[in-house]
C-alpha cells in the first residue's frame, strides 16, 4: 500500500496492523514495532472511528 509519511513523501507500506484506541500514543512516526520474524518502522498511524455504527474503534498503523 503507498501511504504518505510525516514530510508528505510517498512510501511503501508493507504490513497495517490495528490496535485499541488507547494505543495510539506508542506508536509514533519512527518508533520500531516487532513483528514475527522482523523489526518495522511505524510510517504512520490514524484513529479509525466508526461513526454512528456498531464497530469498534481503533488505531489504524502503517509499516515498512
Request: with cysteine; hydrophobic share 40%; charged share 15%.
Amino acid at each position: 500500500t503507498i501511504v504518505r509519511d510525516a514530510q508528505g513523501a510517498e512510501v511503501i507500506s508493507e504490513t497495517t496492523i490495528t490496535a485499541p484506541p488507547e494505543c495510539a500514543g506508542i506508536f509514533l512516526p519512527g518508533s520500531l514495532v516487532t513483528l514475527p520474524p522482523r523489526e518495522a518502522t511505524v510510517i504512520k498511524a490514524g484513529h479509525a472511528s466508526s461513526g454512528p455504527l456498531d464497530l469498534p474503534d481503533h488505531v489504524e498503523v502503517w509499516l515498512t
